[in-house]
């Protein structure tokens, strides 16, 4: 009678079998043969390559130009101070009055200033006399050196007293040294001032300063002379001169300060067409140099955050590259730093990194810049 075989050691030959195989198929691959390279370059080689719309440019002048954001000052903006003392007793002007220059600001007490003057006035003619009448008796030889040292010393005296006087009087009346706007005002009827003391404050926005900032960038487009065009917040224009350049970095912002001049003459009512302290776009015109002309949508950035663009080189192959913004306008820009032919990308650049092989496909050349 034959042993009848329990159903649990079929499962268990199972098992054991399909382990069997699976070591075994292990052991076959390990001896395999490795694939030979060039069977992986022709898998690779299968792959098709990302597409990408080129256009092929040369490279033309255009004027370089820096826009940079300023904000408009006085050319002039002093804080007249009086030069002797005493009590205000007449203002003639109101704060934010248009003046011109020579113009009575303010009066101080005269107090016995004018009776000073007389006297300073008679002694200086008085000791002129004696010196020179001293002057004729030691020529004579009536008198002595000594004496007429003397006279003439005494003489001088009085001429510098007289001038002071004078002075004196003449600082009774504060008066404006240039056109302007007069401004704060520090003085009232009745205050006692002391030399020195804070008067007024006056404005001069002609001509006009525009102050900015250039980035280092920029710097290198920029020369004392160039035409600039100005553009306030509020739509008005006008042009300038860049008169001055930082020569020096400033070691915080790292940056340069720039002045651009402008004139900004009042009108007949005494209004000066630009106030301090007001936005403005500059746009200053620079050299010629060799640029492209694209559409803003073209820029990419790479992974340490330089702006450029994505070209294709002779081996098809995407090169990222930095630029410099030579021009910027609301539907397209001029960009610099570049070789003198290129193959730039139009389309697909967001999809392609750089050293990435690409099938490159030719559009017109004024694609670019649409």
Do not use: C
């Amino acid at each position: 009678m034959i042993p009848r075989i329990k159903p649990t050691y079929f499962l268990a030959f199972a098992v054991a079998a399909v382990a069997a195989l699976w070591l075994l198929s292990g052991a076959v691959k390990q001896n395999r043969p490795p694939e030979h390279p060039r069977a992986q370059t022709q898998k690779q080689d299968n792959v098709p390559l990302p597409d990408v719309r080129v256009a092929d440019m040369t490279a033309e002048p255009v004027a370089a130009e820096a826009v940079i954001t300023g904000r408009s000052e006085a050319s002039k903006n002093v804080v007249l101070r009086a030069e002797i003392d005493g009590q205000v007793i007449e203002k003639p002007v109101e704060k934010g009055s248009f003046i011109k220059k020579g113009d009575i600001l303010l009066k101080i007490a005269p107090r016995d200033r004018p009776a000073k003057l007389a006297e300073a006035q008679e002694t200086l003619a008085f000791r002129k006399l004696r010196f020179e009448a001293a002057e004729k008796l030691e020529n004579r030889g009536h008198d002595s050196r000594i004496q007429l040292a003397e006279a003439k010393a005494n003489y001088m005296a009085a001429k510098a007293a007289l001038e002071d006087a004078r002075k004196n009087v003449a600082h009774l009346e504060i008066k404006a040294p240039f056109d302007g706007i007069l401004g704060e005002d520090y003085a009232e009827i009745g205050d006692y001032l002391s030399p020195g003391g804070a008067v007024f404050q006056i404005v001069a926005p002609d001509p006009l300063i525009l102050s900015a900032y250039a980035a280092e960038k920029q710097i290198s487009l920029l020369e004392t002379g160039q035409t600039t065009e100005i553009r306030f917040i509020d739509g008005r224009t006008t042009k300038g001169v860049l008169k001055y350049i930082a020569p020096a970095a400033d070691p915080d912002t790292r940056t340069f300060r720039i002045e651009v001049e402008t004139p900004n003459p009042p009108d007949n009512s005494g209004r000066f067409p630009f106030r301090e302290g007001l936005t403005a776009e500059l746009r200053l015109q620079a050299q010629k140099v060799e640029g492209y002309k694209i559409s803003p949508s073209i820029l990419a950035l790479d992974d340490e955050g330089l702006l450029g663009v994505k070209i294709v080189d002779h081996q098809d192959t995407v090169r990222f590259v930095p630029v410099t913004i030579l021009s910027d306008h609301p539907d397209h820009m001029w960009i610099g730093a570049l070789p003198a032919r290129i193959r730039l990308i139009t389309v697909g650049q967001d999809f392609v990194a750089d050293g990435q092989k690409v099938h490159p496909v030719s559009t017109a050349t004024a694609g670019a810049a649409e």
